[in-house]
Structure formats: C-alpha cells, structure tokens
C-alpha cells in the first residue's frame, strides 16, 4: 500500500484493452491503435496476434508509445487468393493475445486478455490499407433499433461496400 495516499493496490481493478482502431495507410503498412484504461507497461509485439486472411507472410513490425496508448504498426505481407476473397484482397485484425504480459502500474495483469478487435483493416487492390471504423449507437434509436454506420475512405467506398454486410439482431 501507498500509505501517504491510502490507496492499496489490491484497492484498484486490473487494466483493460478499451479498444484497437486501425488507421488507414499506404505502403503495405496500417497503424493500429490500442488504448487501455490504465497506464501499463511492458507492452510488446509478441504481447498481439494477427487475425488474417487473403495475405501471407503479415507481421507486426513494431509497438511504439507508453501510459494508456500504444502503436501498433502491421505489415500486411503478400495478397493470395485464400477462404474466398479475390486475388489481390485481404483483411487484417489486430487482437491481444491471451498470453499478453502487459501490466499495470501495481504488476497486475489484463483484466481483458484476450482482446478481439472486431474491425479488421483491408488491403485493398492498389495496395492501400483501408481501416473501416464501426460506431454504434443505441442513442435515440427508439422500438429497440440499433444504428451501425462505416466510415471509410471515399476513395475506396465502392470496394468496400462489396466487402461488408452488418447484420444485428433485436
């Protein structure tokens, strides 16, 4: 315990992934962001896992950052035709890894491991990474709806839209 602030480390909750936004990129290469609601350390690339399909040989080629954000850069590797998607197509997703060491400030261990991000990042056929971001809104919905909207890039809008379906249940 931290007697001069009377705060006992067993007093706070475990750290958690709040969430994992890619952010479009050229190059082979997407960013994904990953914040947590904590200050944590000992973040690392073998802390990930990559989720992929369409593409061989992707990496995480580097983490970069400290306290509650981190950098996740991903090479995308090369496109192949795989599980259905046209050649020259494939998604990425960033998740934690359930055997992730990251830790917060009291050595406490992710209250959330394994993290999935739902969003994957696509490589799109000129080579752009494309990283849709998801909002949902139960706000002033009404009779139960739910809203879903993907904001994209306007370049590659009509690739993309050939590439989603959102579907909830009420």
């Known amino acids: 315990c931290d007697w001069s602030s009377d705060v006992c480390s067993s007093d706070l909750p475990a750290p958690h992934v709040v969430s994992i936004v890619g952010r479009s990129a050229t190059g082979g290469s997407a960013d994904f962001i990953v914040s947590f609601d904590r200050i944590v350390s000992g973040v690392d690339a073998v802390?990930?896992?990559l989720a992929v399909d369409g593409l061989t040989s992707s990496s995480i080629a580097s983490v970069t950052g400290s306290g509650r954000s981190y950098t996740v850069?991903?090479?995308?590797?090369?496109r192949a035709r795989q599980n259905g998607l046209p050649a020259?197509?494939?998604?990425l997703r960033l998740d934690v890894s359930s055997q992730a060491?990251?830790?917060?400030?009291?050595?406490?261990?992710?209250?959330?491991?394994?993290?999935?991000?739902s969003t994957p990042c696509y490589l799109t056929l000129d080579g752009r990474a494309v990283c849709p971001t998801i909002v949902t809104s139960a706000a002033?919905?009404?009779?139960?709806?739910?809203?879903?909207?993907?904001?994209?890039?306007?370049?590659?809008?009509?690739e993309l839209q050939s590439q989603f379906r959102i579907s909830y249940a009420v």
């Open 101 to 117: 060491t990251i830790q917060g400030e009291y050595g406490d261990g992710l209250a959330n491991a394994p993290f999935t991000n």
């Open 88 to 91: 020259g197509r494939g998604s």
């Open 47 to 49: 802390d990930f896992s």
């Open 140 to 158: 002033n919905s009404g009779a139960g709806t739910l809203r879903q909207a993907v904001a994209r890039s306007e370049e590659h809008t009509s």
């Open 73 to 78: 850069t991903v090479n995308f590797g090369t």
